[in-house]
C-alpha cells in the first residue's frame, strides 16, 4: 500500500515500525525523511552503473542488472540489519521518486510475510513539502529577535527560554554552527537541503498565534543560508538585545569556544583568515596572545577591535529594539534572566 504525504505534520501520523530509505549512501546522506535508517538497494557506485547503462545501452538491461543487484543487496539487509525482526513488524519504504528501488524492496519484505508500505512519490513528495514550508508559505507567528554582541550567551539564554515553554527557534543549532569565523564545529554542517528539512520540520510544530524568538542572524549561518520565508519574517521583526561588560562577555567565550581554544593549529588558522579585514599587525598581536594562552584577552580583544564594530554596523538604523544589562553571564543569572523574560512570549 501507498501512504501518502499531504503535509510534513503526516509524518507525526505514521505508526510503521521503521522508516527505511532505500536510496544510495551519498544521496542518503545529503538529506533524508526525519527517523528514516539507510538500507540501500543499490550503493554509490552500482546506481551509478545502472544509470550509465539506462542511457547508454538499453533500459531493459539496466532494469535485468539493477534487479539482480538489488536482490542482492537486500538478502545482505535481510540477513544482518533486519535479522532480528519478527512477523509483526511494519516497515515504511521510500526511495528517490517511489519507483523501482522502493518497490522492488517492499515487494521482496512483502513476500516474506511482511507487512510493507511504500511512501508515494518517495523522497520527492518529501521535498516539495519541505519547500512548500519554508519557500512558499508565509511565517505567520510574532517573531522577537534575541539580538546582543559576540559572546552574551545569546544560545545558552535562548535554550533556557524554550525550557520554560517559550517558542523558540534555534538556526544555530539547526544548522549546527555558532554563526561567526570561529563557530565551525567539528560534525560539520548539514547539508543545505537537510538544513531546510529541519527548519521545515520546527515550523510545523509552531503555534503561529503564539510568539517566536530567534536569536538574530545574517541571512546565513555558516554555509547555510536561512530560508526565505523564515529570513522575510526575521528581517522586520523587534530585537530584545542582551547588553554585558566585554570582561564578562570575554570569560564566557573562553568557555564556550573551548573546542577552538583546545586545539591550537585550529585557531591560528581562523585567526589568520581575518587578513583582509584587519590589518597584519593587529592579528600579529592576536597570534602572540593565542601563543602566550591569553585566551581571555584575545577574546576581549577580538570582540573590540573585529566583532562589536560588526555587530553595531549590522543593527544600525533597526527600528523596535529594546535593552535587558545583565552584570554576568553566569549559569544563574541568565536562569534569572530567563525568569524574568519568559512571560513576556508566553
Known amino acids: 500500500m501507498a501512504i501518502t504525504l499531504s503535509s510534513l505534520s503526516d509524518l507525526a501520523n505514521v505508526t510503521h515500525d521503521t522508516l527505511i530509505d532505500v536510496r544510495s549512501p551519498a544521496e542518503f546522506a545529503e538529506d533524508h ?17 545502472i544509470g550509465t547503462i539506462y542511457v547508454q545501452e538499453s533500459p531493459f538491461k539496466a532494469r535485468r542488472i539493477g534487479g539482480a543487484l538489488v536482490a542482492r543487496n ?7 540489519a533486519l535479522a532480528d525482526k519478527d512477523g509483526s513488524w511494519r516497515p515504511l519504504v521510500y526511495c528517490w521518486r517511489g519507483g523501482q528501488r522502493s518497490g522492488s524492496f517492499a515487494s521482496i519484505l512483502t513476500q516474506i510475510g511482511w507487512r510493507a508500505d511504500l511512501i508515494a512519490g518517495g523522497y520527492q513528495t518529501y521535498r516539495r513539502l519541505v519547500v512548500q514550508a519554508v519557500y512558499d508559505t508565509p511565517f505567520r507567528a510574532p517573531v522577537t529577535l ?25 538556526l544555530e543549532g539547526l544548522a549546527n554552527h555558532r554563526g561567526s569565523l570561529f563557530g565551525a564545529r567539528a560534525s560539520g554542517q548539514p547539508s543545505q537541503k537537510a538544513f531546510e528539512g529541519a527548519v ?13 524568538v530567534i536569536e538574530a542572524e ?20 523587534p530585537r530584545l538585545e542582551i547588553v554585558a561588560p566585554l570582561a564578562a562577555r570575554a570569560r564566557y567565550l573562553v568557555t564556550a569556544y573551548a573546542d577552538i581554544i583546545d586545539d591550537p593549529a585550529r585557531l591560528t588558522g581562523v585567526l589568520g583568515r581575518l587578513k583582509g579585514h584587519q590589518s597584519a599587525r593587529q592579528i600579529e598581536d592576536w597570534q602572540a596572545m593565542a601563543a602566550a594562552q591569553d585566551m581571555e584577552a584575545l577574546a576581549a580583544s577580538l570582540m573590540e577591535i573585529h566583532y562589536d564594530p560588526r555587530y553595531a554596523k549590522g543593527r544600525a538604523g533597526a527600528e523596535n529594539s529594546r535593552q535587558v544589562s545583565v552584570d554576568d553571564l553566569a ?8 525568569d524574568r523574560l519568559a512571560p513576556q512570549f508566553l
Open 74 to 80: 537486500v538478502a545482505h539487509h535481510l540477513q544482518t
Open 146 to 170: 534575541l539580538d546582543g554582541n559576540t559572546g552574551t550567551a545569546k544560545t545558552d539564554l535562548l535554550a533556557r527560554l524554550a525550557a520554560r515553554g517559550v517558542q523558540v527557534i534555534d
Open 331 to 338: 549559569g544563574t543569572t541568565l536562569d534569572a534572566l530567563a
Open 218 to 237: 545574517s541571512s546565513k549561518v555558516g554555509e547555510r543560508i536561512v530560508p526565505p520565508a523564515l529570513w522575510t519574517a526575521m528581517k522586520g521583526a
Open 33 to 49: 525523511l526525519p527517523g528514516a535508517i539507510n538500507l540501500p538497494a543499490l550503493n554509490d557506485a552500482e546506481r551509478a552503473e
Open 200 to 212: 521545515a520540520a520546527i515550523i510545523g510544530q509552531i503555534d503561529q498565534s503564539r510568539p517566536v
